[in-house]
């Protein structure tokens, strides 16, 4: 059985760092692209990062790059979301997400449940 279980989230102050993190099973995780995605409070999901099946390639979303990072630990099944200099509409419900090919973006057949994840003062 699949499963993407994660954790890490909470309450951080803007400007402020935490690090998501996505354990896999059922699965291994680097057969297949991974992603990020969030749901702001009232808003749509938004895909924030993606990283392929090698782990040579990733990328985020412009709003994003440079604070946020995707990576992984193949040896622990478990990929990360490392959040730097947070601002307060980081607010959102964080998942991961896994994909049906190799590459991030083509379709996802599993999710994580979701941490919240709250930047304010």
């Known amino acids: 059985e699949v499963q993407l279980v994660e954790s890490g989230g909470g309450l951080v102050q803007p400007g402020g760092s935490l690090r998501l993190s996505c354990a896999a099973s059922?699965?291994?995780?680097?057969?297949?692209?991974m992603n990020w995605f969030r749901q702001a409070p009232g808003k749509g999901l938004e895909w924030v990062s993606g990283?392929?099946?090698?782990?040579?390639?990733?990328t985020s979303v412009d709003s994003v790059k440079g604070r946020l990072t995707i990576s992984r630990d193949c040896a622990k099944n478990t990929q990360y979301l490392q959040m730097n200099s947070l601002k307060t509409e980081a607010k959102a419900v964080y998942y991961c997400?896994?994909?049906?090919?190799?590459?991030w973006g083509d379709g996802m057949d599993y999710w994580g449940t979701g941490p919240l994840v709250t930047v304010s003062s």
């Open positions: 990283i392929n099946s090698g782990g040579d390639r990733l």
């Open positions: 997400a896994k994909d049906r090919s190799i590459w």
């Open positions: 059922g699965f291994t995780l680097s057969n297949y692209g």
